[in-house]
């Protein structure tokens, strides 16, 4: 039987996300609460939490698609 959950290539830190994106944490979690970044895929604890590799890089992709406007 084939597995239909989703496996990420991997997780990701807020502070891996911003050096791939270039924009500071703040910006991060601003946009997650607007609703313009993908929230984190895992919550390890209250203060540890982990990116889908793959949803980044959807958001990445969109961006470049959309021209960098939004």
Known sequence: MQNLT?????????????????LGRSWIFGA???GEFPAPAVKLSSRCSRWDSDAV?????ERLNAGGAE
């Not at 890089?57 to 992709?61: G, L, T, V």
């Open 57 to 61: 890089d959807r958001w990445i992709k």
């Open 32 to 34: 997650i609460r607007r």
């Open 6 to 22: 989703h496996q990420p290539k991997s997780l990701l830190t807020v502070d891996q996300i911003s050096e791939r994106i270039q």
